[in-house]
């Protein structure tokens, strides 16, 4: 089991996925978080919150995954 977080390129790349053709500002608004949120989590060096990732990841119709956010978190939690 790979447990290790993404990098912060990697989680650029991620969030970008994620939100697909919106703009950061309206991602956020999407899944009910201030852009700020969505800024931070880019700066914090690949780590998102638990809440953040199960929130991108609804948000993104599954593209990108809680699991793939947050493996240390997720992994065999049996989505």
């Known amino acids: 089991m790979n447990d290790e977080l993404p990098s912060p390129d990697r989680l650029d790349a991620l969030l970008d996925e994620a939100r697909g053709s919106l703009s950061e500002a309206a991602f956020a608004k999407k ?24 929130l991108i990841e ?4 599954g593209r990108v ?8 978190v997720f992994a065999g939690a049996g989505e």
């Open 31 to 54: 899944i009910g978080v201030s852009q700020h949120c969505l800024w931070w989590a880019r700066r914090r060096g690949g780590r998102v919150s638990p809440r953040l990732a199960v």
């Open 65 to 72: 995954s809680r699991l793939t956010l947050r493996p240390d």
């Open 58 to 61: 609804r948000g993104s119709g």
